[in-house]
Each structure stands twice: as structure tokens, then as C-alpha cells.
């Protein structure tokens, strides 16, 4: 992996690590509840690369954030943009 997608990794361990303490869960608790090992969660809070999707998924459930993986990619303004200047080349 590319050093500067690795950011990528941190600040997403970082959101949910923000999640867990706003709510005032510990470790111990996101993991009980996700049925997930402690250190899965410290890897997910610390970015670690090698995280299963479920085990990201089943925290965000726990946390109450599942919806917030729905708006992923749902408001494409670069693929509106591509697509509105075919249709106005089109046009010509």
C-alpha cells in the first residue's frame, strides 16, 4: 500500500475510536458486542491495513453508524461531472 493512502487507514481508526469514546464504550465492551477480539478493535482504532469489512461493519452496528457506510460513493460529483460533459458533447 501506497505511504500516503495509509492516512486513509489512521483517520478512519481514528473516527471510530472518537465513535467509541463519545458513547463511552470501552474495548472490552465493542468487542463483546461485535463478538470480536480486543485486539480487533485496537487494530481498527489503530488502522491497521488488515481488517476484515465484517469486522469494520459489525463495530459501526455496535456504534450505532452502520447507515454511514450507505453514503459511501452516493453522491458521485466526479462521475456527474464526467457524464454531464459527455451529454453536453453530445449535444454538438
Aim: without cysteine; glycine residues 6%.
Amino acid at each position: 500500500m501506497l505511504p500516503k493512502y495509509e492516512k486513509y487507514y489512521h483517520q478512519l481508526g481514528q473516527n471510530f475510536k472518537l465513535a467509541r469514546l463519545r458513547r463511552k464504550l470501552t474495548i472490552a465492551q465493542v468487542a463483546e458486542r461485535a463478538n470480536l477480539s480486543e485486539s480487533a478493535i485496537r487494530g481498527i482504532e489503530e488502522g491497521h491495513k488488515i481488517i476484515k469489512m465484517q469486522d469494520w461493519f459489525a463495530v459501526l452496528i455496535v456504534l450505532g453508524l452502520a447507515d454511514d457506510l450507505l453514503k459511501l460513493a452516493s453522491d458521485d460529483i466526479l462521475g456527474r461531472k464526467l457524464q454531464d460533459i459527455e451529454l453536453l458533447n453530445k449535444e454538438k
